[in-house]
């Protein structure tokens, strides 16, 4: 299944739509660069702080606001296989959006890593089925490092990712490792529909986006859905 095409950012569900002439040339880094990584270093830091001041109820309240659009949102009515995520760091729990996905019938799957190789992929995932402890904090399904398990990108329709902060273009700011992005950069042949999930607070003005990095085709807020060209 291919998104939508788009192309002006544009609000579809509750969130204002940007200004007439808002769209700007990609922001671009050299990779390597000290004051960009330094910057950007800066940037992830104040913006966890403050999502980690979310009170415990305050994050549920929102994160079931987030899963409300996310259900709504036609992409995702049409899909049949979906990528998700184990919250970490007070990341926007996508568990409401999950058990709606497996009351539809939907075909869920999470990420593991192999930190040793520094690649990610998606392993199908059922309520039944045991999470263990993973890198960096997380929780994922059991598996044995054979790649012939992992479920093909294209096979995914929608991928739901967390992040640090986003920008009004669709570029998104994670943790810094690039498991994310190596994943998603890889070329496939196959696209699936990428919604960022965050709290309207980790919206910046502008990232400088590098080589490897892929723009989201929407982002859901407590505020709404905004979906950008791709």
Not at 89 to 94: C, F, Q, R, T
Not at 99 to 123: I, Q
Not at 182 to 194: F, K
Request: net charge positive; aromatic share 10%.
């Amino acid at each position: 299944m291919e998104c939508l095409p788009y192309g002006r950012p544009e609000a579809v569900i509750g969130s204002p739509l940007y200004p007439k002439g808002s769209e700007r040339a990609r922001p671009t880094a050299h990779v390597g660069d000290f004051k960009v990584q330094t910057g950007k270093d800066v940037l992830r830091k104040r913006l966890r702080e403050r999502r980690r001041s979310l009170s415990s109820r305050e994050s549920a309240r929102l994160g079931g606001v987030i899963a409300r659009f996310a259900i709504a949102l036609p992409d995702y009515a049409r899909s049949r296989s979906i990528g998700v995520y184990h919250p970490i760091d007070h990341e926007v729990d996508p568990h409401p959006l999950v058990v709606h996905a497996v009351a539809v019938n939907k075909k869920v799957s999470l990420p593991v890593t192999d930190v040793g190789k520094g690649r990610m992929g998606f392993v199908a995932w059922r309520p039944e089925d045991p999470l263990v402890a993973g890198p960096f904090g997380t929780r994922q399904p059991r598996w044995s490092g054979d790649v012939r398990l992992l479920v093909a990108k294209g096979a995914l329709d929608c991928i739901f990712l967390p992040m640090v902060g986003f920008d009004r273009q669709g570029w998104r700011l994670g943790y810094g490792g690039g498991y994310f992005d190596r994943y998603l950069a890889a070329d496939t042949g196959e696209n699936p529909c990428l919604v960022g999930l965050a709290y309207s607070f980790q919206e910046v003005e502008t990232i400088l986006a590098e080589p490897h990095d892929c723009r989201l085709h929407y982002v859901i807020t407590e505020r709404g859905v905004t979906r950008f060209p791709g």
